[in-house]
C-alpha cells in the first residue's frame, strides 16, 4: 500500500466520523427547545458545508499527481481540523444553551 493510500483511508474514515458528529448534534438539536434549535442551525448548516469542501478536497486528492499530492493532502488535513474545531465549538455552545 502506497503512503497515498493510507492516508486516503484515514482521511475518509475522518469524513465518516464526521458525518457521525453532524447526525448525533443535529438530534440533539432536534430535541431541544425552539430557541435553541434555530441558534444551531446555523452551526449545523456550517459543518455540513465544511464536510461537502472537505469531500471535495478528497476527490481532488484521491485524483491527484504526486508532486501534488503533498499539497493537497496538507490542505485536506487543515480543513479536517477546522471542522473539528467547528464541531466542538457548535457542541460547546449547544451545551451552554
Do not use: C, T
Request: aromatic share 6%; net charge positive; hydrophobic share 45%.
Amino acid at each position: 500500500m502506497r503512503p497515498e493510500d493510507d492516508l486516503f483511508a484515514r482521511l475518509k474514515a475522518a469524513l465518516a466520523r464526521l458525518d457521525a458528529e453532524i447526525d448525533a448534534l443535529a438530534a440533539k438539536a432536534r430535541q431541544a427547545g425552539d430557541e435553541a434549535r434555530s441558534r444551531y442551525a446555523d452551526d449545523l448548516e456550517r459543518l455540513k458545508r465544511r464536510r461537502v469542501e472537505l469531500e471535495v478536497r478528497l476527490d481532488a486528492l484521491r485524483w491527484a499527481s504526486e508532486a501534488a499530492f503533498s499539497s493537497l493532502a496538507r490542505g485536506l488535513e487543515d480543513g479536517a481540523g477546522l471542522a473539528r474545531k467547528a464541531f466542538r465549538d457548535a457542541s460547546a455552545r449547544f451545551r451552554q444553551g
